[in-house]
């Protein structure tokens, strides 16, 4: 813009006065420079004062008239340069309008498409949780039948093929649950990364529609308006300030990282519709393994105690032959005893025959000889009793030991049918559908 013209400055002609030293007693005459002045002046010097005076206020208006007509010039200068550059910047304000524009309906559009793909990822993740909530009941069963089959007698104690399924199954479960976390983790660091490019692309596009309206108001800014002032420390350009080829590459890279990240988002929502596909199938099938081998070992431990209970049967009914046949030993016993009692009883007396009657007669030699039957008898008799006792004592441990091992089998039976199997039931029979619940 043109400088406007300076007029040079110039200085006033001096006017050199000289005054004629007076030669009257105490007179000042001549002294008025020397320092402050207390006498009156003289009338040459009055006149000469005036003169300066005049001739100050002629230059001055001769500035003045000159300044006036050099300040027309500048002022018509001025105001066309002013209205060329005012449209020239209009119309660039205009232009930029223009880009901004582009841009911010680029990021809208990359905005909603990014909003719409993180709700999906997000109802994706939340099957993923109720996935991993589903496969709490499982496992809980699991580990239930294996704590109930714990609980068997030491004989049905056994690692059987129940067992091996079960922890097959319980690694199975642990594995798919882990594997279920880590994708949750995935899906929610992959919905992290959406919304922090989802928000740098928010705050671009806020900071596009802020800078539109700031330079759609300035193109209505004209020198009528009532709400323009001076700004003098804004007519500068900022250190941090970026450049047109910088401020388009700034837009461009947020829309190509969010196209990533939408590509990204795309690919897991598909990887985890597979794992929850493949899970629930794998659970499926070894739901059905399990439960094929519960049906053998309950048929297996039915079998068994089928036999157990037979073989008890007859147990049974030799104890009872066995008690009746000790019933009748003890019997013969005690009835051998009163019969030795008797001959006892009659030798005893016998001792007390007088003098020559202590005879060793015919009846003595056969008491004698009946208590020792009689005593003979008694000692096989009891021989046998021990030995039926015997017997019957091992029947009775050998009921015992058939009802410990029905009891036993009752208990496997039990804790297999009744507590494992009927807790299956609770068993989800679909991982896939109870993702959706």
Not at 297 to 317: G, T, V
Request: net charge negative.
């Amino acid at each position: 813009e043109p400088q406007p013209t300076v007029v040079p400055s110039c200085p006033l002609p001096s006017n050199t006065c000289n005054v004629v030293r007076s030669e009257r007693p105490r007179s000042c005459c001549g002294m008025a420079m020397a320092g402050f002045r207390t006498a009156k002046y003289q009338v040459p010097e009055w006149h000469r004062r005036n003169a300066g005076i005049y001739y100050k206020a002629f230059t001055a208006s001769e500035e003045a008239d000159r300044d006036r007509a050099e300040s027309q010039h500048l002022m018509k200068h001025a105001a066309a340069s002013a209205q060329r550059a005012q449209e020239y910047s209009k119309t660039t304000l205009g232009q930029r309008l223009q880009d901004i524009h582009f841009w911010r309906v680029e990021l809208q559009k990359e905005i909603m498409e990014l909003d719409a793909e993180t709700n999906l990822l997000a109802a994706q993740k939340l099957r993923l949780e109720r996935a991993l909530d589903a496969t709490e009941v499982p496992y809980s069963v699991v580990v239930d039948n294996l704590e109930c089959r714990e609980r068997r007698q030491p004989p049905d104690l056994v690692i059987d093929e129940v067992e091996r399924q079960l922890l097959k199954e319980a690694d199975l479960i642990r594995d798919i649950r882990d594997l279920l976390k880590r994708t949750i983790i995935q899906a929610t660091t992959q919905i992290r990364s959406n919304r922090i490019q989802k928000e740098n692309c928010e705050l671009d596009w806020s900071d596009k529609v802020e800078t539109y309206h700031i330079d759609d108001k300035c193109v209505t800014y004209c020198t009528d308006s009532t709400n323009v002032q001076f700004h003098p420390s804004s007519v500068k350009f900022e250190e941090s300030a970026s450049t047109p080829k910088s401020w388009a590459q700034f837009s461009h890279d947020n829309i190509s990282s969010a196209e990533q990240e939408k590509l990204a988002s795309v690919q897991l929502r598909s990887l985890i519709n597979s794992i929850i596909h493949d899970a629930s199938e794998d659970l499926r099938m070894q739901r059905a393994a399990v439960n094929e081998a519960f049906d053998n070992r309950c048929r297996e431990l039915d079998d068994a105690k089928f036999r157990l209970e037979q073989h008890l049967q007859q147990i049974l009914k030799d104890i009872a032959a066995e008690e009746a046949n000790i019933v009748d030993l003890k019997k013969s016993i005690r009835d051998k005893e009163a019969h030795l009692k008797v001959a006892h009883t009659r030798l005893f007396d016998r001792s007390f025959r007088p003098n020559i009657e202590l005879c060793r007669d015919e009846p003595q030699f056969r008491l004698i000889s009946e208590v020792e039957e009689l005593t003979v008898l008694l000692e096989a008799l009891k021989r046998k009793l021990m030995e039926s006792e015997q017997n019957l004592k091992n029947l009775e441990e050998t009921r015992m030991k058939l009802e410990k091992e029905i009891a036993v089998k009752a208990n496997s039976l039990f804790i297999d049918r009744q507590k494992c199997m009927s807790y299956r039931v609770r068993f989800p029979v679909d991982l896939e559908v109870a993702s959706y619940k």
